[in-house]
């Protein structure tokens, strides 16, 4: 089974043991946006793309791979 891209960014958060609120502040997004993008009720900009993944350590096509 995929992951689809909300749920890998999801996997790869509570992997590294971080809350949403801890993301949204690394990543320069509100909590609210970030919490939307997870629930699938918000799609995600290319800059908010690349800031969730330098905030969650990884790349752009890792966490949105499906989506391409």
């Known amino acids: 089974m995929r992951n689809t891209p909300r749920l890998t960014l999801i996997l ?13 502040n690394k990543a320069g997004i509100s909590f609210s ?16 793309a690349i800031l969730l993944a330098n905030a969650l350590q990884t790349t752009v096509e890792k966490l949105f791979k499906d989506e391409v």
Do not use: P
């Open 33 to 48: 946006t970030l919490s939307q993008i997870e629930r699938g009720k918000q799609g995600v900009n290319v800059k908010q």
């Open 12 to 24: 790869r958060r509570e992997e590294l043991g971080h809350s949403q609120k801890f993301i949204a």
